[in-house]
């Protein structure tokens, strides 16, 4: 009698326990996959589209024999399957990716990263700016064709940012704006990679939603956009329509060498002190187009009525 209590006690336990390892092993998949979102940023069902102009997925990782699909420039992919194989001296994380149903594969972590993007407008965008290559490129054609253009400008007479500006504070906002925003992101290059890591693979406009640091970027990108708008707008009031046009151009230009200057010389810790001696000089010549007073005598602007600082004639 003893021994069928003891029979059905166990019967009644038995799906206790099963109930019980189940969750457990649901919980273990969990922890490792958020695990493995915290360190690479993706897991699957993740969507990446190709950058480059094709990449090799293979059937089967586990075998000598390769069997290969050819994916290209703008195909759609999604993450399937992520697996460790310890045995791999080059990249123990593959990936398997999907196209469509019969297009399938397999590939090294470390070759998918170099062939996709992932499927955000704004993380191509990250991509695009982030090449090494193209950022050099970019810095000597804009300095060469800034410093050519600034100086036609220049012996024409023309209206140019900081040197021949028109009393409107924008247009100086503007560019410091620039430059700050180039120094904040060398300086996550520099310091919080991976949290700029993390912001690529999922990027938002909310400055909110994002640690402090990019979240102070993100706010810089707003106040540039808003900013630029509201130039342009005043620009477009005080000059006629040509004298407007060639000096937000010369203003583009600007803007342009000091996203190149500060992104790059940042990274070297330069940066900061060239911001500091950018804002002194950008503050002051500022502070020189929007005095309201021209000395009588010589023609230049003065801060007060009374002496003139560059004459000495006193005007009341």
Not at 133 to 150: D, K
Not at 154 to 177: E, G, K
Not at 227 to 252: H, K, M, N, Q, W
Request: net charge neutral; with cysteine.
């Amino acid at each position: 009698m003893y021994a069928m209590m003891r029979i059905k006690s166990l019967r009644l336990l038995l799906p206790v326990v099963l109930v019980l390892m189940a969750m457990i092993s649901l919980t273990s998949c969990y922890k490792q996959e958020m695990g493995f979102t915290a360190t690479h940023h993706y897991n699957q069902n993740y969507n990446f589209v190709v950058k480059t102009d094709s990449m090799i997925i293979i059937e089967n990782p586990d075998t000598s024999i390769y069997d290969s699909t050819i994916v290209y420039r703008g195909d759609q992919l999604v993450v399937a399957e992520i697996k460790t194989i310890p045995g791999d001296t080059i990249d123990s994380v593959w990936v398997k990716l999907a196209r469509d149903q019969m297009s399938q594969g397999w590939t090294r972590e470390c070759d998918l990263m170099k062939c996709v993007a992932p499927d955000d407008p704004i993380s191509q965008f990250i991509d695009l700016f982030s090449d090494n290559h193209l950022l050099l490129f970019l810095a000597l054609v804009v300095i060469v064709s800034a410093t050519y253009g600034l100086r036609r400008l220049y012996r024409r007479d023309a209206f140019i940012v900081h040197f021949h500006d028109i009393s409107s504070m924008l247009p100086t906002l503007l560019a410091l704006l620039v430059a700050t925003s180039a120094t904040v992101y060398a300086t996550i290059q520099n310091f919080a990679p991976e949290s700029w890591r993390h912001y690529y693979f999922h990027p938002t406009l909310n400055p909110f939603a994002v640690t402090p640091v990019i979240g102070l970027f993100v706010s810089l990108v707003w106040a540039m956009i808003i900013t630029g708008i509201a130039a342009v707008e005043d620009v477009l009031r005080r000059l006629p329509f040509g004298s407007a046009v060639l000096y937000l151009l010369g203003l583009a230009a600007v803007c342009a060498v000091d996203y190149v200057v500060f992104s790059i010389f940042t990274l070297y810790y330069i940066g900061y002190v060239l911001l500091a001696a950018y804002v002194g000089f950008a503050v002051r010549r500022l502070s020189l187009v929007l005095t309201r007073y021209v000395c009588g005598n010589c023609g230049k602007r003065i801060p007060k009525l009374g002496k003139c600082p560059h004459c000495g004639a006193v005007n009341e």
